[in-house]
């Protein structure tokens, strides 16, 4: 619904465009008036077509046969939406496994079937549908049901929780000629993220122009005040872990780093950040720079070539950035799954 929402609201946009610059003898929001009759009407048309349907499946017709392939927990969580559901028009009549009895004890037995029965469950009920439902394990042993499948014109639904709850659910895209699943992490828009770069570049640029002045003067001030480069560059970790160059003002002596080793048992922070309140590396004009923030208007060149947002967490060092990850490795060890019977 919502697709044909946005296809009409384009096309009613290109037909308004049309009529605004070739001046037809008609009223301006007439083209306007009739996008929106021809969407309230399409869109009646549907929602009634669906109510009727829904109506004729709650009673017990208009159905398709289902299978369920797995007795475990998937399964049941597949047995239950159906039954929860009976407006979806769906009614189970098999489950197919390798077990004996269910591995979900919430599952009816009656129903239990072999897989490799599947061919003779043919001769007595039509099938619809497949719906597999098991763990990443048991799909090795159902090839010869997909093959079956291809070879008789069903149609399969393979759950696309692969991964469990580590993932949303995945876009359908294609590697080459090749279809495939995108798994990500967090699913963006591409409009919302064009215009944040957008906004990125516009922003920065504009302020990178104000406070020129302000950097020019801020160099001169550290030139003149103890020797050593006026940019201070730290290689910060983006996005993914992708290395960079983070640019400021530098606040302190040009041989900090090797200071800090002598300083080390004074740090007042715990972990791998190093914090003193009352740092001598620290120059007269650094002092003042950061207090005022002005020895990080440098990364606004960053923000306008893209190694940063204006919006967004600050990115680590790469110490912090491996400490992170070896945290997280250690937490949560990569191991293959068993193929155990929570199917």
């Known amino acids: 619904m919502l697709c044909f929402i946005r296809a009409g609201a384009i096309s009613i946009g290109a037909v308004a465009f049309s009529a605004y610059m070739l001046r037809p003898p008609l009223p301006p929001y007439f083209p306007l008036l009739c996008g929106a009759t021809q969407i309230g009407v399409i869109a009646l048309q549907r929602l009634a077509l669906l109510s009727g349907l829904r109506i004729l499946r709650r009673r017990g017709r208009n159905y398709r046969n289902v299978v369920v392939v797995g007795s475990g927990a998937l399964?049941?969580?597949?047995?239950?939406?159906?039954?929860?559901h009976p407006e979806w028009g769906l009614r189970v009549v098999a489950i197919l496994d390798e077990v004996d009895v269910p591995v979900d004890e919430r599952l009816p037995g009656d129903k239990l079937r072999k897989i490799v029965d599947f061919p003779d469950l043919l001769k007595d009920e039509h099938v619809d549908e497949v719906i597999v439902a098991c763990p990443r394990g048991m799909l090795n042993g159902i090839t010869s049901l997909v093959g079956f499948c291809a070879a008789t014109g069903i149609p399969i639904v393979l759950f696309s929780d692969l991964f469990g709850d580590a993932f949303p659910a995945p876009r359908v895209t294609r590697f080459d000629s090749k279809a495939a699943l995108s798994f990500e992490v967090v699913h963006h828009n591409a409009f919302k993220l064009a215009l944040k770069r957008g906004l990125d570049i516009s922003v920065s640029g504009a302020l990178l122009v104000l406070f020129a002045p302000v950097i020019g003067i801020a160099a001169i001030a550290i030139r003149r005040s103890t020797p050593g480069p006026v940019i201070f560059r730290q290689q910060r970790c983006g996005l993914r872990g992708r290395r960079f160059e983070m640019l400021k003002l530098r606040t302190m002596v040009s041989n900090a780093e090797a200071l800090r080793a002598e300083l080390e048992a004074l740090n007042e922070v715990e972990g791998p950040i190093f914090k003193l309140k009352h740092d001598p590396r620290i120059t007269d004009v650094g002092r003042f720079l950061r207090r005022w923030s002005i020895d990080e208007l440098?990364?606004?060149w960053n923000v306008f070539w893209g190694d940063m947002s204006l919006v967004g967490p600050r990115p680590p060092i790469r110490r912090r950035f491996r400490n992170t990850v070896r945290r997280i490795a250690g937490?949560?060890?990569?191991?293959?799954a068993s193929p155990a019977r929570g199917r």
Do not use: E, K
């Not at 399964?75 to 929860?84: K, L, N, P």
């Not at 937490?331 to 293959?336: E, G, I, S």
């Open 331 to 336: 937490a949560c060890p990569c191991a293959p």
């Open 298 to 300: 440098p990364q606004l």
């Open 75 to 84: 399964a049941h969580d597949a047995f239950g939406s159906i039954r929860r």
